[in-house]
C-alpha cells in the first residue's frame, strides 16, 4: 500500500506523468474512477477526431465529382459513426492498461481523496474504502464541462461535449452556445452530416474568439458557405425545455435585440470547469486561486509532497499542456533538473474544418507587447499542393521581430495544419529567425511550403505571391 508516488487521474497529464515516474525507478499507483485516459482519451481528444474524420470522408464523398469520380447513394449512418468512434477511444483506453502493465504501474479502480500524513482514500464502486501512502501525491483530476447559468445541463435538452458524441438520434436542428474549439468542432460535424446548426458566441470576435482575428474571419467566410448561422456578440437569456423541442431566446448585446431559436438538442460547450471538489484539497489547507489550484514553476503546492497539473492549475486546459507539465513534475521529484514550461510556445489546435492551429502571439498581442513587427501571409489559392488536393482554403500568418528576426507567431487556417504548426514550435524553440526560415529549403509540393513562403512574405521575398 506504500508507494513513492500516487496520481489520482488517469488523463493525458496523469497517465504520462506515471510513466515517466516509473522510467525514473519510482514505485507509481494510478487513481481512476472511469477509463484509462481520461477524458481526453475517452469522451475528448480522441473520439471526437473519429467523428470528425467520418464527417470528412462523407463530405469528400459528397464532392466526389470535384476528383473526377462519380458516387451516388450515399448516405451517413450516424449510429455507425457513433459506435466507431466509441471502438476508436475503447482501443486507446485498452492501449493505455498495457503501457501500466509494461512500466508496473498499480491501476487503483476508485475515487481518490486526500488525506493527512501523505494519505490518499480511494472509495471504490461499492462504496468500499482505502488507503494508501505516498512520499509525493500528484493531482490530475481534469474538468468538466463548465456550465452557465441560463443554460443548466440535463443531459437530454441541454447536453454536454460527453452526451454529444454518444446521442442515440441524430438531431435535426442543434444550438452550440459557445464558438472556442469544442464548439466549431462539433458544429462542424453535425452541420455535415445533415443538421441545422446555430453558433452563438457571448464574444463579439464570433468563432474561435482567442485566435487571431484573421483566423476568426476566415473560419466564419467557411462556415457561412457552409450554411452554419453564427450569431456573435450574442447571449443566451433562457432556455425553455417544456413541450415538443427546445427554444433558446438569445440576444444581441450590440443592440438589445432578442429573437427565439428552436431546436431539437443544446449544446453547452462554454468552456472547462476543474475537478477540485471533494478531493480533500480543504482538509490539507492547499491553496485555491479563482478555482484553480496555486502550484509553482515546478507544480509543488503549498503543501510538501502534493502536486498538481493539467485542467486544476492555471493555464491552457490542454492535453499536451498536461503531458509536459506532468513530466517536468516527475523529473523534478526525481532530482532531475528540468526546464520550466514555457506557456508561450504552446501550440493550440482546432480540428475542424478547416483545421486551424496556432502558437505564440498574435499580430495585436506583440504589438501591444511593444514589438516593432513584420508579418507575412501567405494563402493556399497559392500553393500547389493545396489547389491539387482540393483543399485552397485558408492560409499561413507569421510575425517577426523587426529588429531582431525572433519568430513571435504563427496562425493556419486550412487542411492538415495542426500537423504543419510543430515546425513552427520547434523553431521558436531553437531561437530561428525568420532569414534563417526562409532559407531552410521546404519539400515542393507541400502544404508546409506555406510556411517558408510566410515568411518570405514579411521580408518581402516571396515567390509564388
Not at 487542411?415 to 521546404?442: C, P, Q, Y
Request: net charge neutral; aromatic share 6%; with cysteine.
Amino acid at each position: 500500500m506504500n508507494y513513492d508516488l500516487i496520481v489520482i487521474g488517469s488523463g493525458p497529464g496523469g497517465y504520462v506523468a506515471a510513466i515517466r515516474a516509473s522510467q525514473l525507478g519510482m514505485k507509481v499507483a494510478v487513481v481512476e474512477r472511469e477509463s484509462l485516459g481520461g477524458i481526453c482519451l475517452n469522451w475528448g481528444c480522441i473520439p471526437t477526431k473519429a467523428l470528425l474524420k467520418s464527417a470528412q470522408v462523407y463530405e469528400y464523398i459528397q464532392h466526389a465529382e470535384d476528383y473526377g469520380i462519380s458516387i451516388s447513394g450515399a448516405k451517413a449512418q450516424f449510429e455507425k459513426m457513433i459506435e466507431r468512434s466509441r471502438g476508436v477511444a475503447d482501443g486507446m483506453s485498452k492501449g493505455i492498461n498495457f503501457l501500466f502493465r509494461k512500466n508496473k504501474i498499480t491501476v487503483i479502480n476508485g475515487t481518490g481523496k486526500l488525506l493527512r500524513g501523505k494519505k490518499v482514500e480511494v472509495t471504490d464502486a461499492e462504496g468500499k474504502k482505502q488507503e494508501y501512502s505516498a512520499e509525493h501525491i500528484l493531482l490530475a483530476t481534469g474538468g468538466r464541462a463548465k456550465e452557465l447559468p441560463s443554460l443548466p445541463i440535463d443531459g437530454k435538452n441541454v447536453i454536454d461535449y460527453r452526451k454529444a458524441m454518444s446521442l442515440e438520434k441524430q438531431p435535426k436542428k442543434m444550438v452550440v452556445v459557445g464558438a472556442g474549439a469544442i464548439g466549431v468542432e462539433f458544429a462542424y460535424f453535425y452541420n455535415a452530416i445533415g443538421t441545422e446548426v446555430t453558433i452563438v458566441e457571448f464574444l463579439e470576435q464570433g468563432l474561435v474568439p482567442r485566435e487571431d482575428p484573421d483566423i476568426s474571419k476566415e473560419l466564419a467566410k467557411v462556415y457561412k458557405k457552409m450554411g452554419i448561422n453564427v450569431l456573435a456578440n450574442t447571449s443566451v437569456e433562457s432556455v425553455d425545455t417544456k413541450g415538443r423541442g427546445v427554444t433558446v431566446k438569445v440576444k444581441s448585446r450590440k443592440d438589445g435585440k432578442e429573437e427565439e431559436i428552436k431546436c431539437d438538442v443544446v449544446l453547452s460547450a462554454a468552456g472547462v470547469t476543474p475537478n477540485t471538489e471533494n478531493i480533500g484539497l480543504e482538509t490539507l489547507g492547499i491553496a485555491i486561486d479563482k478555482g484553480m489550484i496555486k502550484v509553482d514553476e515546478f507544480y509543488r503546492t503549498n503543501v510538501a509532497g502534493i502536486y498538481a497539473i493539467g485542467d486544476v492549475v492555471p493555464g491552457p486546459a490542454l492535453a499536451h499542456v498536461a503531458s509536459a507539465e506532468g513530466i517536468i513534475c516527475v523529473e523534478k521529484i526525481a532530482g532531475q533538473n528540468p526546464h520550466p514550461l514555457d506557456y508561450n510556445n504552446i501550440p493550440s489546435c482546432t480540428y475542424c474544418w478547416p483545421e486551424i492551429a496556432s502558437v505564440g502571439y498574435t499580430e495585436q498581442a506583440a504589438k501591444d507587447a511593444g514589438y516593432e513587427i513584420r508579418v507575412g501571409k501567405f494563402p493556399f489559392t497559392a500553393s500547389g499542393k493545396a489547389k491539387a488536393a482540393g483543399a485552397s482554403q485558408g492560409f499561413v500568418k507569421v510575425i517577426f521581430d523587426a529588429k531582431y528576426g525572433e519568430f513571435l507567431g504563427a496562425h493556419m487556417i486550412g487542411a492538415n495544419v495542426t500537423e504543419m504548426i510543430a515546425e513552427v514550435v520547434a523553431a521558436r524553440k531553437l531561437e530561428t529567425t525568420g532569414h534563417e526560415i526562409i532559407k531552410a529549403v521546404h519539400p515542393h509540393p507541400t502544404m508546409s511550403e506555406a510556411v517558408m513562403e510566410a515568411a518570405a512574405a514579411a521580408y518581402d521575398e516571396v515567390i509564388h505571391l
